[in-house]
């Protein structure tokens, strides 16, 4: 029994560490929502549904694409999208070695890891990476992360 409440008391803590950390940036600042998707804190910009700002408006996505979760560090630019492709994982990245190249970026590499396929690519002295998985079949989520130091 006493075991039992100590369980309970820690998972109580555990719950409450992290309702309040939601509701901060952890070094005491708060976000707050400032419109349609997009929540903000001190440094970190959120938001879903378009590219942010912070990517060059080139920067090519598959037809037919959703854009998930969206994330701007606004102190580096770094940019961080989670999109989904309703495409195969390996389409899915020949679409992005053959766009990237055409819209002007440098593809530095691209290859199949496991169960992600890595391409890392550049523009303009800014580096990215494209993380593509395939967690349904026949559809892919690309991570894309630009601007990376």
Do not use: H
Not at 66 to 83: L, N, P, Q
Not at 126 to 146: D, F, H, L, N, W
């Amino acid at each position: 029994m006493l075991m039992l409440r100590r369980s309970m008391l820690f998972a109580s803590a555990m719950a409450f560490a992290l309702i309040a950390t939601a509701c901060g940036d952890g070094n005491g600042g708060s976000s707050e929502t400032t419109g349609a998707g997009v929540v903000s804190g001190d440094d970190v910009v959120f938001g879903s549904g378009e590219l942010p700002a912070t990517v060059p408006a080139n920067f090519p996505l598959p037809a037919g694409s959703s854009i998930g979760s969206t994330m701007v560090v606004t102190s580096t630019g770094f940019t961080e999208i989670v999109a989904r492709v309703n495409a195969e994982r390996s389409p899915t990245a020949e679409f992005f070695d053959r766009a990237l190249e055409q819209a002007g970026f440098t593809v530095g590499s691209s290859s199949a890891q496991d169960r992600i396929w890595l391409i890392e690519f550049s523009y303009d002295g800014a580096k990215g990476t494209i993380e593509i998985s395939e967690p349904t079949q026949g559809i892919s989520q690309a991570v894309i992360r630009y601007n990376v130091p």
